[in-house]
T-cell receptor, first 111, second 113 residues
Framework: DAKTTQPTSMDCAEGRAANLPCNHS???????VYWYRQIHSQGPQYIIH???NNETNEMASLIITEDRKSSTLILPHATLRDTAVYYC????????????FGQGTILTVHP | GAGVSQSPSNKVTEKGKDVELRCDPI?????LYWYRQSLGQGLEFLIY????????KSGLPSDRFSAERTGGSVSTLTIQRTQQEDSAVYLC???????????FGQGTRLTVV
């Protein structure tokens, strides 16, 4: 699995967009980028994943740079309930879904 | 239920006792994973099941840890002769296939006293 680097913590005002960066400069061509989040005292929750193209779903958007060395998770209108630890994971598509979690980014959404 | 169910939600045990943690995956999910999360730490992979087979047990920390899965459904993680360092939240996840996103349960908080 490629090593990912994320900021330790970030703040965001409620209603504003939260942009969470992730560096994965050693990512291989067949490795997807996954994002999960963990709200306090809960199990991790899948958010989104992508390979090359930008992706959007009901929760978030994922922007992957053309060289795939970094990506940004965008929560378009952050709410207080989005306060959580956000994990960026690069995984090999040909393997099973073993996830290697790093320390993640603690996102705090303020009123 | 619609999600991954784990039981018990909390377990306090005395050092040296054996414990069993149960995971009911989402119906139809063939892949099942166990992770653990110690206080203030990230999530640590323990074991992966595809059906009833466990092709990857590499994350089990010692031979006191074992897991099984029966009927391609329920899985049990057993810890023998528990130690204080085993105290953690044990999380189970399942996915439709091993290429799909994983759904996690709420975890079992194990405290060894």
């Amino acid at each position: 699995d490629a090593k990912t680097t994320q900021p330790t913590s970030m703040d965001c005002a409620e209603g504003r967009a939260a942009n969470l960066p992730c560096n994965h400069s050693t990512i291989s061509g067949n490795e997807y980028v996954y994002w999960y989040r963990q709200i306090h005292s809960q199990g991790p929750q899948y958010i989104i994943h992508g390979l090359k193209n930008n992706e959007t779903n009901e929760m978030a958007s994922l922007i992957i740079t053309e060289d795939r060395k970094s990506s940004t998770l965008i929560l378009p209108h952050a709410t207080l309930r989005d306060t959580a630890v956000y994990y960026c994971i690069a995984d090999v598509s040909t393997s099973y879904g073993k996830l290697t979690f790093g320390q993640g980014t603690i996102l705090t959404v303020h009123p | 239920g619609a999600g991954v169910s784990q039981s018990p939600s909390n377990k306090v045990t005395e050092k040296g006792k054996d414990v069993e943690l149960r995971c009911d995956p989402i119906s139809g999910h063939t892949a099942l994973y166990w992770y653990r999360q110690s206080l203030g730490q990230g999530l640590e992979f323990l074991i992966y099941f595809q059906g009833n087979s466990a092709p990857d047990k590499s994350g089990l920390p010692s031979d006191r840890f074992s897991a099984e899965r029966t009927g391609g459904s329920v899985s049990t993680l057993t810890i023998q002769r528990t130690q204080q360092e085993d105290s953690a939240v044990y999380l189970c996840a399942s996915s439709h296939t091993d290429r799909d996103e994983a759904f996690f349960g709420q975890g079992t908080r194990l405290t060894v006293v």
